[in-house]
């Protein structure tokens, strides 16, 4: 297995920070790393969507667990690893929020393709939760 954690503590409120997460179609907005974006449903366990990245190159996830207003995760799923990230706000009281994501690469080519893909998919959650946190600060 393979696993990162990035987390950063906001005090934008959490309900705004989650409005923006829940519409996945305006991720592109606040997200560097989506060049474009396809849904095929509603933000439910079970739809699917691909996102592109700048260079090209895109990727198909599902949702596999949503708990309203406090986390949502997403499953890549190849041969021999799977990709399951979570995105999970923690209410830290006085007005505080920890937005965290969360990566665990698993599957009998995890301890090989982690190290090599797992940087590469994490590199940019600094800029990404920061740009959620600018986002929902701007539409709160």
Not at 106 to 112: E, K, Q, R
């Amino acid at each position: 297995m393979w696993e990162y954690e990035f987390s950063a503590e906001t005090t934008v409120d959490a309900a705004a920070l989650w409005r923006s997460w829940s519409d996945p179609n305006r991720w592109p907005e606040w997200n560097p790393g989506i060049e474009s974006f396809e849904l095929d449903g509603p933000f439910a366990v079970g739809t699917t969507f691909r996102m592109t990245s700048p260079e090209g190159d895109t990727v198909e996830l599902r949702f596999v667990e949503i708990i309203d207003g406090e986390l949502w995760s997403d499953v890549f799923v190849d041969e021999d690893i799977e990709v399951r990230t979570e995105h999970r706000l923690t209410d830290l009281g006085d007005g505080r929020t920890r937005v965290t994501y969360r990566t665990e690469i698993t599957g009998p080519a995890a301890d090989t393709a982690g190290p090599e893909i797992g940087p590469q998919i994490t590199a940019d959650f600094p800029e990404v939760v920061n740009g959620l946190i600018k986002h929902a600060g701007e539409s709160a």
